[in-house]
T-cell receptor, first 114, second 112 residues
Framework: DAGVIQSPRHEVTEMGQEVTLRCKPI?????LFWYRQTMMRGLELLIY????????DSGMPEDRFSAKMPNASFSTLKIQPSEPRDSAVYFC????????????FGPGTRLLVL | DQQVKQNSPSLSVQEGRISILNCDYT??????FLWYKKYPAEGPTFLIS?????DKNEDGRFTVFLNKSAKHLSLHIVPSQPGDSAVYFC???????????FGTGTSLTVIP
């Protein structure tokens, strides 16, 4: 299996622009997680899905952030409009089921908002 | 309001010695804990876990200790190797949900 795939790997954009991050989870995994990594807060869970349904989005910082999972093999995280404080590394992870089962992380998308 | 804290941003250890990475948590509902390892430009990878019914779990050179009364866990790496140089994240979860709460990470450097 190719593992969790994220695109793009790097994104540089200007403040106010829309940014879309993409994730393809491991086939057969029922859970998908979006995280943001910053120096100050470490890895923060933004939202997670179970069988394509959003379960907990309490970590989404503002209404500027939205996430979708239209099918089992694809998810997007969108920021509109983007701001410099959104600069971070965004990770997508998937897992087969319960919390005792390992989450597999993608390589991340490094976002820089100028 | 960080529920999982790693108070040491960095740690340097000589090759062959023991590395001890620490983690504290505040939520008494947490009952399952993980350590992840992260190399630059890669996503975190699972290293070792422990349930609150145990106070120790060992996997090769890696041992995790849990002190529930102190709300503290630690990761011991013995002996440390240069390839262990990475950022280590501690994470915790409560039985009520599937989400994990991560710390800010500790960057370990093992000096040859």
């Amino acid at each position: 299996d190719a593992g969790v795939i994220q695109s793009p790997r790097h994104e540089v954009t200007e403040m106010g622009q829309e940014v879309t991050l993409r994730c393809k989870p491991i086939s057969g995994h029922d859970y998908l997680f979006w995280y943001r990594q910053t120096m100050m807060r470490g890895l923060e869970l933004l939202i997670y899905f179970n069988n394509n349904v959003p379960i907990d989005d309490s970590g989404m910082p503002e209404d500027r952030f939205s996430a979708k999972m239209p099918n089992a093999s694809f998810s997007t995280l969108k920021i509109q409009p983007s701001e410099p404080r959104d600069s971070a590394v965004y990770f997508c992870a998937s897992s087969p089921g319960t919390r005792e089962e390992t989450q597999y992380f993608g390589p991340g998308t490094r976002l820089l908002v100028l | 309001d960080q529920q999982v804290k790693q108070n040491s941003p960095s740690l340097s250890v000589q090759e062959g010695r023991i590395s001890i990475l620490n983690c504290d948590y505040t939520n008494s509902m947490f009952d399952y804990f993980l350590w992840y390892k992260k190399y630059p430009a890669e996503g975190p990878t699972f290293l070792i876990s422990i349930s609150s019914i145990k106070d120790k779990n060992e996997d090769g050179r890696f041992t995790v200790f849990l002190n529930k009364s102190a709300k503290h866990l630690s990761l011991h790496i013995v002996p440390s190797q240069p390839g262990d140089s990475a950022v280590y994240f501690c994470a915790a979860s409560a039985v009520t949900g599937n989400q994990f709460y991560f710390g800010t990470g500790t960057s370990l450097t093992v000096i040859p």
